[in-house]
């Protein structure tokens, strides 16, 4: 709105008491050659008259307030990779614009903040809103903040300082606090929270801030000197998602840029502590060259009841339950290491334990792990005490993993070496019923098997060089006992440098190699192999096929035996026997 009268007073003299400007979107682009959209305007001369009354112009303008309302704002800077926009801006100022030195009194609010650097969302979904009073000097062109404040979300902070214009440089003196806040402020500013749980969540709790931005603002990439430092005590939250309560959070939280380059910002999270649902954690954290190739380092020490993961997380095809599983593990490397999965670049190293933990299964035995300690490190990992009951069968043991993170490579599996004990081993109750092959290599009802004949061995994700003496083993049928064996897997290939055993009260002596077991076990595969031993004693007459009466159909004097073999088996044979029994025939 503007004072007509005043226009014939003074014609060079215009007051403006409101100027609003509502609804609209503003684009701002800035293509990869670093062409702004917004600079439409070049005087070609590259110069301006000095007499402004010969060219019309005005030679005052004052302004007294003004308003833009439901403005939307889209930029992006292709030769940076940033994108931002802003939804639903609202900001309004007043204050003597005509004069040399006055006091500026905005206020701003925003629906919905987005930030996207380099293809990653650093801010998503921020609602917002500031108040900024200042005392502006437009000669020296430094303006000082009086009484402001800002708010993202939930949280609200309250700064003071200075900025001053220096040529090509700004220069930067800013405070900022959140002196005592509730700790559910905090939570506010994590967009998932915020959008679909912030209503109903019930949280304790309080939340500390104060930092600083000092230095200079210029056209090279080097930014301010910052620091941001926080505390978390005594937190709380719980949602109606969130079947148990976080409790007892404490941290304490620094972020610190030393004045140079954005990417010598540095992070460090310390005495982290929170429990859940009673069972208490603590870590640490530390990040570095948080835009280039962000560095981690870090400790976490805690234990937790199993039977909490099956309420917190949905484990297709089990559950896990048990009495306690403890963990102590530092770990430290990089972000390529981890994208280009070069895994001998993380190095992490501690303690894990687990005590009465049990695994129960859909369509297969339960698995109770009664103890086990597992000494972690990138190169050499060893497990310690295992004593594990897996359905009928019960296994002790010390093992060694060696090269573990190989697990996470499609080109490479951990091997796995150790010494098994055991009272009894029972097969049979591992492999799934003839109905629930895939026969026709499509779609096994077994849960978590593959869909593919040819993925049969990613089913054992790791090699492994195993000795064992087991009791008892049983298998189809068959009872061997004392057995003693030596042997590797790989592939899908098993070789027998040793297996020692009685059978039927008969030793025998066993090496040699078994090709594609589980594509016969799971998917009516072929089994390929050699062997060659020792026996004492080789039984046929169960092999023989029987009548419905059990009586052998080969009970006819003058016929040939059929022998009713394993199928799909070819695997040659080569062994010394002191007996062989056919019916109730002995062969010598």
């Not at 926009?85 to 629906?111: I, P, Q, R």
């Not at 998932?192 to 000092?214: A, E, M, P, S, V």
């Not at 895994?343 to 190293?349: K, L, P, T, V």
């Amino acid at each position: 709105s503007i004072n007509m009268s005043d226009l014939w007073k003074d014609p060079d003299q215009i007051a403006i008491k409101e100027f609003d400007l509502s609804g609209g979107i503003l684009n701002l682009y800035i293509d990869d050659q670093g062409k702004a959209n917004y600079l439409i305007y070049e005087d070609p001369s590259g110069t301006h008259s000095a007499d402004s009354s010969s060219t019309g112009e005005l030679k005052n303008i004052s302004l007294d307030k003004y308003r833009i309302s439901g403005i939307d704002i889209q930029y992006h800077d292709v030769s940076g990779d940033i994108q931002l926009s802003v939804k639903g801006l609202n900001h309004e100022g007043t204050g003597n614009f005509d004069a040399v030195k006055f006091t500026l009194d905005t206020e701003t609010n925003w629906e919905n903040l987005n930030l996207i650097y380099e293809g990653t969302s650093y801010i998503s979904n921020l609602k917002g809103e500031s108040r900024l009073k200042l005392l502006a000097d437009t000669e020296k062109q430094r303006y000082e903040l009086l009484d402001n404040y800002l708010k993202f979300n939930e949280l609200k902070l309250e700064s003071d300082g200075l900025v001053a214009m220096q040529n090509e440089f700004t220069e930067v003196d800013l405070r900022f606090s959140a002196p005592e806040t509730d700790f559910s402020q905090v939570l506010s500013l994590i967009p998932g929270i915020y959008q679909h749980h912030f209503k109903d969540l019930d949280t304790r709790g309080r939340f500390t801030c104060q930092g600083f931005i000092k230095g200079q603002i210029g056209p090279d990439e080097r930014v301010p000197a910052f620091e941001l430092i926080s505390d978390i005590n005594e937190g709380y939250f719980k949602y109606s998602e969130l079947p148990e309560s976080v409790n007892d959070i404490n941290a304490h939280i620094e972020l610190r840029q030393n004045g140079q380059f954005l990417d010598q910002t540095e992070v460090a999270v310390t005495g982290l502590e929170m429990s859940l649902g009673g069972d208490k954690s603590s870590g640490e954290l530390f990040l570095s060259q948080l835009l280039s190739n962000p560095k981690f380092e870090g400790q976490l020490k805690g234990g937790f009841n199993p039977d909490k993961i099956n309420q917190m997380i949905y484990l297709q095809d089990f559950t896990m339950a048990g009495d306690r599983f403890e963990y102590d593990i530092k770990f430290s490397g990089d972000q390529n290491s981890v994208l280009n999965e070069a895994y001998e670049q993380i190095d992490f190293s501690g303690e894990v334990s687990i005590v009465n933990g049990l695994i129960k299964y859909a369509s297969y035995p339960e698995v109770r792990m009664k103890s086990m300690q597992a000494f972690l490190n990138p190169k050499r990992t060893e497990f310690r005490n295992v004593d594990i009951e897996a359905g009928k069968s019960d296994v002790q043991g010390e093992f060694v993993l060696l090269n573990p993170l190989a697990y996470f490579d499609e080109n490479s599996k951990p091997l796995l070496t150790g010494v098994i004990q055991s009272k009894s081993l029972y097969a049979d109750e591992w492999l799934p019923a003839e109905d629930t092959k895939d026969i026709a290599g499509q779609n096994p009802e077994a849960p978590g098997f593959p869909t593919a004949v040819e993925s049969a061995a990613q089913l054992i994700p790791v090699d492994f060089e195993i000795a064992y003496k087991v009791d008892k083993i049983e298998a189809m049928d068959y009872l061997l006992t004392e057995v003693e064996s030596r042997a590797d897997y790989s592939n899908d290939r098993l070789n027998i440098h040793q297996l020692d055993g009685s059978y039927d009260g008969t030793a025998f002596s066993i090496k040699g190699r078994l090709d594609q077991l589980l594509d016969y076990s799971l998917y009516d595969g072929i089994m390929m192999g050699s062997l060659e031993g020792k026996l004492g004693t080789i039984d046929l007459t169960p092999f023989l096929e029987t009548d419905e009466a059990g009586q052998s159909e080969n009970d006819v004097e003058g016929e040939n035996y059929d022998l009713a073999l394993p199928e799909k088996m070819h695997i040659s044979l080569n062994f010394d026997a002191d007996k062989l029994v056919l019916a109730t025939n002995q062969l010598r």
